[in-house]
């Protein structure tokens, strides 16, 4: 049987390797985003995995958006919470705007997807929900107080749901990914990563975004049915908890 996958933020970085990873593995995968459609589009025609737009900051849009992937791929069986912004800047200097949109595009996400596939999941007895937190939101950022208490706040979401779900065959883990090579990263000067970054790393290089998807794909398999509310850290030792 195929399992269905929705990955939020999927057409780009660490979402884009997470849904080729599970597509190779062979789930039917959906992509989901929020604006960048030259991405998506370029995406769709490489791998051939059906993309999606909505907001994951708005509950109905999140609700109209799964029903569509539900029409066109069926019941969601594997749902990846990855889609997450950042609006840096220190906490003094905080508008309430960017406070609010990392809260809602970070966390709020959790529930406005979350809560539209967990009665299905529950009625079918299976169910497999990863989130992307951050290593930020284990031990706080500078300059992320918004993002780090969003990330933490994934934690918590995760261990509680954890908890309630699972007698019914449901599990709900999290990944702090650290410093991952994407575009993000990509952006920094290189003289700044050799001499301020990889110095944090005790592995000595930034992560590769396949490596956060491998963690997907062991959570998302049928095999690790006995792992539920966990945090993975993969983080090449920066931040041990
Ligand atoms: P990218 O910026 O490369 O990609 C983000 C993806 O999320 C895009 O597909 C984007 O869509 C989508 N997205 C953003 N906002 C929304 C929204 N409101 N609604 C729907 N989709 C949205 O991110 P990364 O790959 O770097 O990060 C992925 C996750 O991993 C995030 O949760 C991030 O916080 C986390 N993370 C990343 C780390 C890193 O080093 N990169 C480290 C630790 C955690 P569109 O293309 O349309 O903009």
Known sequence: ??????????????????SKALKLAGY???????????????????????????????????????????????????LVNNAGITRDT????????????????????LFNMTRHVIEGMRARKFGRIVNISSINGQKGQFGQVNYSAAKAG???????????????????????????NTEMVQAVPKDVVEKSILPMIPVNRLGEPEEIARGVVFLASDDAGFVTGSTLTINGGQYLV
């Open 154 to 180: 994934d934690i918590g979401f995760t261990k509680a749901l954890a908890l309630e779900n699972a007698k019914t065959g449901i599990t709900v883990n999290a990944i702090c990914p650290g410093y991952i």
């Open 1 to 18: 049987m195929t399992r269905v996958a929705l990955v939020t933020g999927g057409t780009r970085g660490i979402g884009a390797a997470i």
């Open 90 to 109: 220190a906490f003094h200097k905080m508008t309430l705007e960017q406070w609010s949109a990392v809260i809602n595009t970070n966390l709020g996400s």
């Open 28 to 78: 039917n995968v959906a992509a989901s985003y929020a604006g960048n459609d030259d991405a998506a589009s370029k995406f769709k025609s490489e791998t051939g995995i059906p993309v999606f737009k909505w907001d994951v900051a708005s509950f109905e849009a999140c609700g109209e958006g799964i029903r569509k992937v539900e029409v066109d791929l069926g019941p969601i069986e594997v």
